[in-house]
């Protein structure tokens, strides 16, 4: 059975950085695409970044770009998401899915992905 699990998650100040992984289990990473999801309270879940089986091909909403990095290491199974000044906006519950159908050439809505993990929790304080 393939798993994934985020980690990484934390509270800091406006500006700060974390970095989130994605963890999959059960299967090699170089298969799957991948991609990180965001709920904000009250709020429904939207697409933060993806990234391709095999890595060559990144995506990222407007509203991360230029801030956050997505990359991938085959070696650990793991994605990770560098996100970098932090807004309070970037407050949420940040999600991983993970999908092996064929890769739709942009970042996949979330009914492509066929497993998830539970989230991992960012809060970003003003």
């Known amino acids: 059975e393939v798993q994934v699990v985020e980690s990484g998650g934390g509270s800091v100040q406006a500006g700060g950085s974390l970095r989130l992984s994605c963890t999959v289990s059960?299967?090699?990473?170089?298969?799957?695409?991948i991609g990180w999801f965001r709920q904000a309270p009250g709020k429904k879940r939207v697409g933060v970044s993806c990234i391709s089986s095999g890595g060559d091909r990144t995506y990222y909403a407007d509203s991360v770009k230029g801030r956050f990095t997505i990359s991938g290491d085959n070696a650990k199974n793991t994605v990770y998401l560098q996100m970098n000044g932090l807004e309070p906006d970037d407050t949420a519950v940040y999600y991983c899915g993970a999908g092996w159908s064929l890769w739709p050439g942009a970042c996949p809505s979330e009914d492509w992905y066929d497993t998830w993990g539970q989230g991992t929790e960012v809060t970003v304080a003003s």
């Open positions: 059960g299967s090699t990473l170089d298969v799957y695409g």
